[in-house]
């Protein structure tokens, strides 16, 4: 099974590209990360800077192995769903779901070591470049040398690995499901007691900063995670909150963007499950970004107004959040690019009906970017509404403030990243997929 798995991949290598670039990244900033811990435990290094470099390389390693996944499984779930018709043909030819399974998982599987291979080159200079970085700010003695080891390579593949077999076991078990016309309301349910749990684990989390006093040290924490579990329920439960948005806007869609503005509504609301996928990435992208970098600049100015140096904690703190965020913005990125790309050009078939019924292409294109924009609107609405939460109670509590002194500078520039990655992923993805004639899109699709 191995055997053939390589020689799929070998075979047709284009449709396993998005999961090499997913598996290739996260591979890296887990190895990079992962070397720390090697270098914490080499002999001679004090322990002011072991614990330093071991908890940076903890906490980014447990937020990297989640967006790892995340974005390994948003890949996957779009390659798997654009072969559907391959997996009813394997069907029909008396392949069994099990066999189905062995053939994508052990695909996923050569994938993901070809790029965790790839990424130890990499890996090895991202960690001199991170123990750099620790010791200009102080955080790690001068005298410490960099180590790459057993704990960089195991974490950096076993986590590809991992992601890439689980997320590939889930697409495919799901697809096989679907080709047998196996419908799934036990999973709907699921997805939204998931969605809700997180949703009330965050109110807790934001309403929990409230009883703690104002100095402590680990006051951070409580709106922090706050803000990233709303941001996940938010995310979980996209499909149904786009469909309540689309509700809201059903009206005045139509008589802003007219013909455009109506189907866009209808594909989304049609294509609403699908479009989860876009909508996950772009709320905790833009929750998680705008809650920490807000949260970490009150602290910073909290430290810098009261007149006292920042520690060694303070400073690995921040090292950690702009890390943190640094990491959200990469995988985000990478998974609306992904996501958005295999959604728009799997739609060609779509998009040559449609102007063979009439439509020019700059119609079609004023759909996409209905759409899009209903799409950016809705996650960026959502993901502003979880950070708020946790940045409006942080700043109450330390500074006895609502809101911080730092004016709309991050959100705008959040937003704007956001936005850019979105429409211009789809539009740019539509304007090139509408570049076959509609015949031959037609054709390709049937």
């Avoid at 990233?228 to 509700?247: E, N, T």
């Avoid at 609306?336 to 799997?346: C, D, G, K, P, V």
Wanted: proline share 3%; aromatic share 6%; net charge positive.
């Amino acid at each position: 099974m191995f055997f053939l798995a390589v020689r799929s991949v070998r075979k047709r290598p284009g449709r396993f590209l998005a999961t090499l670039l997913s598996a290739f990244l996260g591979a890296v900033i887990i190895m990079t990360f992962g070397s720390l811990h090697d270098t914490a435990a080499a002999p001679g290094v004090d322990e002011v800077s072991a614990e330093s470099m071991t908890v940076a390389a903890s906490v980014v390693g447990g937020y990297g192995s989640l967006l790892v996944f995340f974005a390994i499984a948003s890949t996957l779930t779009v390659a798997v769903r654009r072969r559907a018709e391959e997996i009813r043909l394997l069907r029909c030819t008396g392949a069994t779901p099990g066999q189905i399974t062995r053939m994508v998982v052990g695909e996923s599987a050569v994938v993901a070591l070809g790029g965790a291979v790839l990424a130890t080159g990499p890996a090895v200079l991202g960690g001199r470049l991170l123990l750099d970085l620790f010791q200009d700010s102080g955080q790690v003695a001068p005298r410490v040398t960099p180590a790459f080891g057993a704990m960089a390579l195991g974490s950096g593949f076993g986590v590809a690995l991992l992601a890439s077999v689980g997320a590939a076991f889930l697409a495919v078990r799901r697809a096989t499901r679907a080709a047998a016309g196996v419908r799934g309301p036990s999973r709907r349910r699921a997805r939204t007691l998931a969605g809700c749990a997180a949703l009330v684990a965050g109110t807790g989390g934001v309403l929990s900063t409230y009883a703690v006093d104002s100095t402590d040290e680990m006051l951070m924490a409580f709106p922090a995670y706050g803000a990233i579990l709303l941001s996940v329920g938010f995310a979980v439960l996209a499909p149904s909150l786009l469909g309540r948005v689309l509700d809201l806007l059903r009206g005045p869609l139509a008589a802003v963007g007219g013909a455009g503005g109506y189907l866009s509504a209808r594909n989304l609301r049609r294509r609403g499950t699908e479009l989860a996928g876009v909508l996950m990435p772009l709320i905790i992208f833009t929750g998680v970004a705008t809650a920490t970098l807000y949260i970490q600049g009150v602290e910073s100015d909290r430290v810098t107004g009261s007149g006292l140096a920042k520690s060694v904690e303070d400073k690995n703190v921040e090292t950690l959040n702009l890390v943190v965020v640094g990491i959200i913005v990469v995988f985000s990125c990478i998974m609306l690019a992904n996501t958005l790309y295999a959604e728009t050009s799997y739609r060609s078939g779509e998009f040559g009906r449609q102007r063979l019924a009439g439509a020019t292409p700059g119609q079609v294109l004023r759909v996409v970017g209905w759409e899009s924009v209903i799409l950016t609107l809705t996650g960026l609405v959502l993901g502003t509404v979880a950070a708020t939460a946790g940045i409006i109670s942080f700043t109450t509590v330390r500074t006895d403030q609502v809101l911080p002194d730092r004016g709309p500078g991050t959100w705008l520039a959040v937003m704007a990243v956001a936005t850019v990655v979105t429409l211009g992923t789809s539009l740019g993805t539509a304007r090139r997929t509408l570049r076959t004639p509609a015949v031959d899109a037609v054709a390709v699709a049937a």
